[in-house]
Each structure stands twice: as structure tokens, then as C-alpha cells.
């Protein structure tokens, strides 16, 4: 993950642009830009769940990165410790790619219960971001990406409307659209580590 690579991560700093919910008037600055003197101090790479035998304690400003087919909504995901505690998840995108769903976002929430200590008590005022990380060269993603409810038989339709409406209120969502010039100075400097 290019991430970790201070050169590659000030760049995208640069290029992260808000996408705003239709009548969402206040700005909203994104973790990743406020916080432009920190980088990350490792990354932590995630088993699956079922394979975890006790939840672990949650480090900020790590990079985790699920080994998981199929992980529930994003690629990578770090936390900021903020006011509030900040969430920010990391997903590779095109415009057309990967609608987020309620049931999605279910099961998202029910791994990170999963992999850390205390979820629930650490999760309750925490702000989310996510940033769509898209090449500069594909067709832009313009707009905010909403929550779509899917009928489902695990979840209620109270559930569904509960995690939509978290969504659409609490979700600040940015894209970051970077070149392959961007990747390839990340990778050249993280090869000469």
C-alpha cells in the first residue's frame, strides 16, 4: 500500500477534494489533511475475524490492511485520535465501482467489533470519513455515494434505515484522484528502503 510512503501520502493530501451530500452546506476537513505532520507509524496486516482469537487493541495514525477476500467496504482503514476519534477508510475505486450498501456497512461494523477491544464503547461518537483513492486517468467520481438499502433477511427494515440515515448524516466522504506517477514514486521510494 502506497500509503505508507511519506512522498506518495503528501501528494495525496494534496489531491484530497470533498464530495458533499446534496444540501450539506458546512465543510468538513478531511482527517488526512488536518493532520499533514503525521504519518503513518506501521501497517498491520488484518487476519480474517473467525481467525483472530482475542480483539486487539485499537493504535492510531496504523495503517490496517485486511487479508480478507471480500472485505466489507474498504481496502485499508486507520484511526486519528481526535475530538471526536476519527475513523478513515481507504478504497480504491472507479466512478462506476462498488455501490455501498446498508448490509455492507453491517458487516464493516461487525469486523471491526471483531478485531478490536471495546468496540462499541470506542465507536460511539466517532466520526467516519471515507476517501476514494481513483486514477487520475479514469472517468472522475463527481458526486457523494449514498447508502443503499438492500432487503435482506439478517437485518430489519429499522436496521436498515438506522445504518442508512448513519450514512447519510455521519459519513464524510473525499476522493483522491492520483496518477500512476504518483504510484510509481511511491513504489521507487519504498524499493530503495
Known amino acids: 500500500f502506497a500509503f505508507l510512503n511519506e512522498d506518495f501520502l503528501r501528494a495525496i493530501r494534496l489531491k484530497i477534494k470533498e464530495l458533499r451530500l446534496p444540501g450539506r452546506r458546512e465543510p468538513h476537513s478531511c482527517a488526512l489533511k488536518e493532520h499533514s505532520d503525521k504519518s503513518f507509524a506501521r501497517k498491520e496486516v488484518l487476519p480474517p475475524p473467525e481467525r483472530l482469537s482475542n480483539p486487539v487493541a485499537m493504535d492510531h495514525w496504523v495503517l490496517y490492511e485486511p487479508k480478507v477476500q471480500n472485505f466489507p467496504l474498504v481496502d485499508a482503514f486507520f484511526f486519528v485520535n481526535s475530538n471526536p476519534k476519527t475513523l478513515v477508510g481507504l ?103
Open 91 to 193: 478504497r480504491m475505486t472507479t466512478a462506476g465501482g462498488h455501490h455501498t450498501t446498508t448490509s455492507t456497512v453491517r458487516q464493516f461494523n461487525e469486523c471491526l467489533a471483531a478485531y478490536f477491544e471495546g468496540w462499541e464503547e470506542l465507536s460511539r461518537d466517532m466520526s467516519w470519513e471515507m476517501i476514494y483513492v481513483q486514477h487520475a486517468d479514469s472517468t472522475p467520481m463527481t458526486g457523494w455515494r449514498r447508502c443503499d438499502v438492500v432487503d435482506s433477511n439478517n437485518m430489519s427494515r429499522a436496521e436498515n434505515r438506522e445504518i442508512a440515515a448513519f450514512w447519510e448524516e455521519e459519513v464524510h466522504q473525499y476522493i483522491a484522484a492520483v496518477s500512476s506517477g504518483d504510484f510509481r514514486r511511491g513504489e521507487a521510494l519504498r524499493g530503495e528502503e
